[in-house]
């Protein structure tokens, strides 16, 4: 067990043909070693085609793409051209990484953040509402965006958000950072709201090894997001500046990788959907584990994940081995890798954690050289949030105690699965 070789959540991938090296060199030889050039063009380009294609509708899309330095940078960008101010409120989904809510943040605004639904995990419609409309009641003002997230790839409730957001007149910003190339109704995720948030660092679907896109609704709004990732310079021949601007636009560099990815973005998202049905197939015989799966679908609801990462959950009565010793130690390392972790914790426990049988589950998956990680916790249970309001069902809180990722990235064989859901079916107790 101890040989053998580490099986770890989800590790960037190239192409075969090696086609983000020749890029690069593209770049390198041409001396477009910059954050701006034929790469970054190229790759907004392939971007488009990929957000723009439907599967279903005769409507095609015609969205514009500005690639960026990081996803974070990106919902920052959303927002600013959302006109959120200081003291305004954004809604955000709470159960979530926190690049979905800092940017609300960095601009002096609050976030209010919105449980989840059972079935997606993903921002409930019906406390969306709720929240609409306590807030205006409460500030008289109303919410400046929604911020729904594609959680583990999977959709949100398309139809419902947008009619929703639609009726009160509130912009709507896809955070789809995981969930690039997943669909509802045969459309990509990042082309329903004004806005769609993409992701390219190192752990995600494709990698720029660090990077991000602002998906924009059209050629006005493309320009004016440019403009803002390039420092807000006006057009004079000297540094004119009106507005504060940022600098966030991809590199050369990164957009020679994300081109090669792009040659193989289907590969990746389809060798994720394979590894979830392996996982609910060999798992799905296991008392008191669930595999989390996309609702049945349904007329006018039909969801498509990319299964960024397959996560399960745990039922709490069940035992895991070695559950007594669980939080008995202070955890020095880096939980979660490539994020890493600066800050040594001075406690072992918070008082909002997984259960102790879900961190006994890590625990034994971690000895048997398997990375698994919980899932996000909600951003309102965040000390750093204590103050935001929330409306929730507390839906999110309960998967987050039950909760565990499992690795789905491109480089997990059958194999490794079918070793997985060994390793777990051996951890629990059997009275
Ligand atoms: C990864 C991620 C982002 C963007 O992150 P970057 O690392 O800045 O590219 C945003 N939201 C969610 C939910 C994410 O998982």
């Known amino acids: 067990m101890q040989n053998r070789k580490r099986i770890h959540l989800c ?12 890029y690069i060199k593209e770049a390198f030889d041409t001396n477009w070693v910059v954050p701006l050039g034929p790469n970054v063009n190229g790759f907004e380009k392939d971007l488009e085609d990929f957000v723009n294609t439907t599967s279903h509708e005769d409507t095609k899309n015609d969205k514009r793409v500005v690639a960026l330095s990081a996803g974070t940078a990106a919902v920052h960008l959303a927002l600013i051209a959302c006109g959120v101010k200081p003291g305004d409120e954004v809604l955000v989904q709470s159960f979530t990484f926190c690049a979905s ?21 993903n921002m409930d419609p019906v406390l969306l509402e709720t929240a609409i409309r306590d807030r205006i009641d409460k500030t008289g003002r109303k919410p400046k965006a ?9 959709p949100y409730d398309c139809t419902r958000i947008m009619e929703i957001a639609g009726r009160y007149g509130i912009p709507v910003i896809e955070d789809a950072a995981e969930g690039f190339g997943s669909r509802f109704n045969g459309r990509v995720l990042g082309t329903f709201g004004r806005y769609g948030v993409l992701s390219f660092n190192g752990n995600k679907m494709i990698t720029t090894s660090g990077g991000g896109a602002l998906i924009t609704p059209d050629e006005d709004e493309w320009r004016r997001i440019m403009w ?23 590199s050369n560099i990164c957009a020679g990788i994300g081109r090669g990815q792009m040659t193989v973005a289907e590969q990746h998202i389809a060798h994720h959907k394979h590894v979830q049905a ?49 939080y008995k130690t202070v955890v ?35 000895k048997c050289q398997v990375e698994a990680r919980p899932v996000w916790k909600p951003m309102h249970r965040q000390p750093v949030y204590r103050h935001a309001a929330v409306y929730t069902n507390h839906i999110e809180e309960d998967i987050f105690k039950k909760g565990l990722c499992l690795p789905a990235g491109p480089y997990v064989s059958d194999d490794d699965v079918r070793y997985i859901a060994d390793c777990i079916k051996e951890a629990i107790v059997r009275e």
């Not at 609300?104 to 605004?109: H, I, R």
């Not at 929604?146 to 999977?154: D, K, N």
């Not at 004119?240 to 940022?246: L, R, V």
């Open 11 to 22: 590790l960037a991938h190239m192409s075969d043909g090696g086609l983000e090296q020749k």
């Open 101 to 121: 809510s800092h940017p609300v943040t960095y601009l002096g605004a609050k976030p209010v953040f919105i449980g989840s639904e059972p079935d997606t995990w």
């Open 146 to 154: 929604i911020i729904p997230v594609a959680l583990y790839g999977m």
């Open 228 to 250: 803002y990732a390039t420092q807000a310079r006006e057009s004079y021949p000297y540094y004119q500046h009106e507005e504060i601007g940022y600098n966030y636009r991809m």
């Open 278 to 326: 392996l996982y609910e197939e060999l798992l799905a015989p296991v008392a008191g584990v669930s595999m989390h799966s996309q609702p049945q679908p349904q007329p006018g609801a039909e969801y498509d994940s990319n299964y960024w990462l397959c996560t399960l959950t745990l039922s709490p009565t069940l035992r895991i081995k070695g559950q007594e010793d669980a």
């Open 332 to 366: 020095t390392g880096a939980v979660g890798g490539a994020a890493g972790v600066i800050h040594a914790a001075d406690t072992a426990t918070t008082d909002c954690q997984p259960n102790d049988n879900v961190e006994a589950l890590r625990v034994w998956l971690d």
